[in-house]
């Protein structure tokens, strides 16, 4: 019995092995290759918007027109922000010192959902300008040692300062458990997996930070110490990149001054990519939107752009969007109005810079250029700022909404939507399905490459080695089974884990000796996946990189598979030996959403098996900590359509979920 024990585990071995030995077909370096095609389109857009920029310099009316094209676009890429609540706001205490006071502020930007402050506030008589103050990813956000010095340096020189917690931040931590200890490290992490569930429903974490910080400026108009003909805004870091967007979208603003990260998105995202979920929006390249433009949209009021010369985020990418800004105030005759301050130190918002900061605010609403010099500052605990009973919003507010739940209240709100949307016309639902898919309608043509046979092991079962090839797509590796008996239907396996579907495959020959299998690894999959440590771990996700960059280009990472998934449709379509059979797909895994949705768009497709993949993107939605679902994100599904949705039109008796 041990003999044939060993005998079979040998015979099991030497059929997997067989297996993966034929089972490299791509013959470059294909781990690159999917990132690779991804900044080729990303360039393509920005090239684009080289043109649309250029022209808009060639005149002042032009330069007029570019702006006001560029805030129609940032209108359109952040989306419609949730409702707005009553702010409620309340002062929780008060902290006075020799020449300002601290009050600690709690208000509401959506109902139930509590925005933690400290708003710093001058001796003497108002109404006094002021600033909001966005702060970075430090846990301890407004009581960041350094944005401590730069709120009290702007109170002590005639400034009223708001400075608000972010999401996922010292009281706003969004993902806790039930004694309020956070359920992740960091507030990258939390942003990250926030706004994969955003994207979903048509926001992100972006535009909740901005909503926050919309309101913020609502209850600064509310106070009467407030000159609300003179606030502007100034943020470091994460921060800065939320004055960024708060620029281009609230002209109440008359001040931006961005600290330590503006560059250049194009640069960025190829040369490191992309950041955690708070820095960017789906779609922003399809748009043709840098992040200059963001800043651009707000010329020509004054601007101060602060940099460290050692900073990690790149310098030279600032250089060029500065550049880029200059050649705008150049043409609207305020050059005057923009400045760069770089100091020789890395990332963050230094004394130099906080002193820079507040020598441009008072040029410009108190006509006061003068140097400002940086004393000794009194800096506070965190736990002596803050603003709720408990120290965190989700223990303080029985009722507090957070995030991940406001976005299940957009799933059941949108579901009337998507009822609508399951009734118009199929061509019209196809139409607008591409559309989201980021699926481009084209002439192109599959071609095939034959790079060799083989056969496996005690079977007598060849299989061809082929290359799938459409201009402007990642080449496929495909592998085609023939049974020795006359073959009754066609089979495409496709897997997340590509190791796993070929195990399956070699072990189950024998019981599939009436089927000609077709093994396809999808682009990202097999062959072509990206490396692991490309993508920083602390994102949940093992295709991050590749798969933010999609979502910035519009062509999300489960368009670009669908059409993989079409591409083989067309293949056997055109191959006399395979086109009269019937077609079935095995999907492992989360690239059953692409397998479903290729069925919808090819009626030919006439089953389909779904193993370990999900039948709602609700689940997404209850399960914000599940890692490597970016891949499946769609940017506003759920305003048009669900998963069961799906299910229905390609048919019900066609789709079986297993485990």
Known sequence: MIKNLAIFILFQCFI???????????????????????????????????IEFN????????????????????????????????????????????????????????????????????????????????????????????????????????????????????ERVQLTDETGKALTRGSTTEHTLLNLSSNLLGTSVAAYELLDNVCGLDYLETRPEVDKAKIGCIGNSGGAMQAIYFAGFDDRVKIIAPCSYLASRERTLEMT????????????????????????????????????????????????????????????????????????????????????AVQWFRKWFYYDAKPIIEGNLEILLDKDLFATIKGKVNSSYPDEVTVAQKNLQLFSEKAEHRRLFSQLPIDQRKQKIR?????????????????????????????????????????????????????????????????????IISQSLSERSEEIIVA?????????MDKPELNDPKYFNKEYRNAMLALHIGKPLIGQRVTDVLSIMEFIDKNVELNELPIEINAIGLVGLPAL???????????????????????VLNQPLAKDRYGVVIHNVLNYYDIPNLINWVGAEKVKFNP
């Open 435 to 503: 559309e989201l898919l980021g699926i481009r309608l084209t002439s192109e043509k599959t071609e095939i490459e034959k790079v060799g046979k083989g056969k496996i092991g005690h079977f007598d079962t060849k299989f061809d080695k082929i290359i799938l090839r459409k201009r402007n797509e990642v080449p496929l590796p495909i592998r085609i089974y023939y049974p020795s008996a006359k073959a009754k239907k066609i089979v495409i396996w496709v897997s997340d884990d590509t190791k796993k579907r070929d195990s």
């Open 55 to 170: 022209k808009a310099l060639t005149s002042k009316t032009n330069t007029s027109a570019y702006i006001q094209s560029v805030k129609q676009k940032v209108k359109i890429v952040i989306g419609t922000l949730p409702q707005k609540a009553s702010l409620n706001p309340q002062i929780t205490g008060t902290i006075q010192k020799t020449d300002y006071r601290i009050e600690k502020i709690v208000y509401q930007s959506f109902k139930n959902h509590h925005v933690t402050a400290n708003l710093y506030i001058p001796e003497g008589k108002g109404k006094f300008p002021a600033v909001l103050l966005f702060c970075g990813h430090e846990d301890l956000a407004k009581a960041t040692e350094s944005y401590q010095q730069t709120a009290i340096l702007f109170a002590k020189n005639g400034f009223v300062v708001f400075v608000i917690d972010p999401i996922s931040q010292s």
């Open 273 to 356: 990519g992309a950041a955690d979920g708070c820095a960017q929006i789906p779609g922003e390249g399809n748009a043709h939107l840098e992040m200059s433009d963001y800043l651009i949209a707000a010329a020509p009021k004054p601007m101060l752009v602060l940099a460290g010369r050692y900073d990690f985020i790149d310098y030279n990418g600032t250089l060029q969007s500065v550049e880029e800004l200059k050649k705008v105030y150049q043409s609207l005759a305020s050059s005057e109005k923009l400045s760069l301050f770089t100091y020789d130190d890395g990332h963050g918002i230094s004394k130099p810079k906080r002193e820079a």
């Open 520 to 528: 396809v690894d999808l682009r990202g999959n097999g062959e072509t």
């Open 597 to 619: 949705h290729a069925a919808f768009f090819d009626s030919k497709i006439a089953k389909i098996n779904l193993y370990q993949c999900i039948s709602t993107y609700q689940y």
């Open 16 to 50: 997997c092995t067989a297996f993966a030995q034929k089972s490299t077909i791509l013959d470059w370096k294909t781990d690159v290759s999917l990132n690779t095609y991804l900044i080729q389109q990303m360039h393509s857009e920005y090239d684009a918007r080289k």
